[in-house]
């Protein structure tokens, strides 16, 4: 998966947003809002480039405090609301 060039995350007076670019800007009836970790989760996706839930949950791991198991279960459903969301 890859995150779509449209989005680019912005931190606004102390919260992460996602912002789109370009034509999808035209739309302003969602705003989607990320906590510290979801931020964590996009800037390491964006590194990676083509990324997997399973490298985010590796990632998430050496970050924080949090066993493999979760990490997945976590980084599963941020994934699928990124992807319902049109994201990656």
Do not use: H, P
């Not at 996602?18 to 969602?30: H, L, P, R, S």
């Not at 990676?48 to 970050?63: I, N």
């Not at 198991?69 to 969301?85: F, G, L, P, R, S």
């Amino acid at each position: 998966m890859k995150i779509k060039n449209d989005f680019k995350l912005r931190e606004i007076c102390g919260e992460y947003v996602v912002t789109a670019e370009g034509m999808q800007a035209v739309d302003f009836t969602k705003l989607i809002s990320l906590n510290e970790t979801a931020a964590f989760l996009w800037k390491t996706a964006e590194k990676q480039g083509e990324f997997t839930v399973a490298s985010l949950a590796q990632a998430l791991c050496d970050e924080y405090d949090v066993v493999m198991a979760q990490a997945e279960k976590d980084c599963e459903a941020i994934v699928a609301q990124w992807q319902k969301e049109g994201l990656v």
